[in-house]
């Protein structure tokens, strides 16, 4: 199965600094998103971005996607320490009988007050 | 406010006991997921349902099973728990038939095995 990889597995920076997180991906897809884990908690959606769009932006989050890389990037504005989480990417394929999400390893965030 | 709901957030079972998970989802979702995730790993498929009844594998099935005898319950299944199964486990649910939509996730059972 296709998987997301998120690069840097682990990002530290301090508040009101701009984090930038990757994901690359192997196959066609139809959307991809992203998603936020505070620690010990389930997956939280943040924004998805269809095949069809370039960027999306949601207050602070900026998505890009590169479909011909097979790329996305998501960036975080003037970060805040209650932005300190896990991010994920998911891709979305219409496969078979039901619509699964891929998720990859993820990137820890950390930012420091 | 749109739920999935997990039975438990912690639970510490012994080796060789049979483990229940449940789900419980409140937004008519036709979809059902039981991920499991461990550091460094993300989150791997074991399990997902489609509609009442129906279940198909996903990338580790294997020491699992599942059960949907009801649309808004998963079940997730450890026949005979070992400690290999030790693990975070995330249910969720998304529509099927509308496109473009996110999953909904439950806020995770952190399972033990000892």
């Known amino acids: 199965s296709q998987q997301g990889e998120e690069d840097p597995q682990a990002l530290s920076i301090q508040e009101g600094e701009n984090a930038t997180m990757n994901c690359s991906y192997k196959?066609?897809?139809?959307?991809l998103q992203w998603y936020r884990q505070n620690s010990g908690r389930g997956l939280v959606h943040l924004i998805l971005?269809?095949?069809?769009?370039r960027e999306k932006h949601s207050g602070r989050l900026r998505v890009t996607l590169d479909t011909s890389k097979k790329s996305s990037s998501l960036l975080i504005t003037a970060s805040r320490a209650a932005d300190t989480a896990s991010y994920f990417c998911a891709t979305d394929a219409y496969e078979g009988s039901a619509r699964q999400l891929t998720f990859g390893s993820g990137t820890q965030l950390t930012v420091l007050p | 406010d749109v739920k999935v709901t997990q039975s438990s957030r912690y639970l510490v079972k012994r080796t060789g006991e049979k483990v229940f998970l449940e789900c419980v989802q409140d937004m008519d979702h036709e979809n059902m997921f039981w991920y499991r995730q461990d550091p460094g790993l993300g989150l791997r498929l074991i399990y997902f349902s489609y509609d009442v009844k129906m279940k198909e594998k996903g990338d580790i099935p294997e020491g699992y099973s599942v059960s949907r005898e009801k649309k808004e319950r998963f079940s997730l299944i450890l026949e005979s728990a070992s400690t290999n199964q030790t693990s975070m486990y995330l249910c969720?649910?998304?529509?099927?038939?509308?496109?473009?939509?996110?999953?909904?996730f439950g806020q995770g059972t952190r399972l033990t095995v000892v």
């Open positions: 196959t066609s897809i139809n959307n």
């Open positions: 969720a649910s998304r529509s099927y038939y509308r496109m473009n939509t996110e999953a909904f």
């Open positions: 971005i269809r095949s069809n769009e």
